[in-house]
């Protein structure tokens, strides 16, 4: 399992999204795993995993 913090610009490349569509999520509160560390948003690749398997991804 990988419990590595990374970045929005990271998350959203690992994700194939623009790191806009990534604040866009948080923003719309759809459930992506963002925790604030700091003044920064950081996530972790186990849990964007789990989210995305859960298909709250899934945006209409």
Known sequence: MNNKW?????AAA???VKPVTVR???K???????HKIGKQWK???S???TW???GK???D
């Not at 990374?6 to 990271?10: C, F, L, V």
Request: charged residues 25%.
């Open 28 to 34: 719309k509160s759809t459930g992506i795993p963002a």
């Open 14 to 16: 690992y994700l194939g």
């Open 24 to 26: 866009d999520w948080i």
């Open 52 to 54: 995305v398997k859960s």
């Open 57 to 59: 991804s899934a945006m």
């Open 43 to 45: 996530f972790k690749i």
């Open 6 to 10: 990374i970045s929005i610009d990271e």
């Open 47 to 49: 849990e964007l995993d």
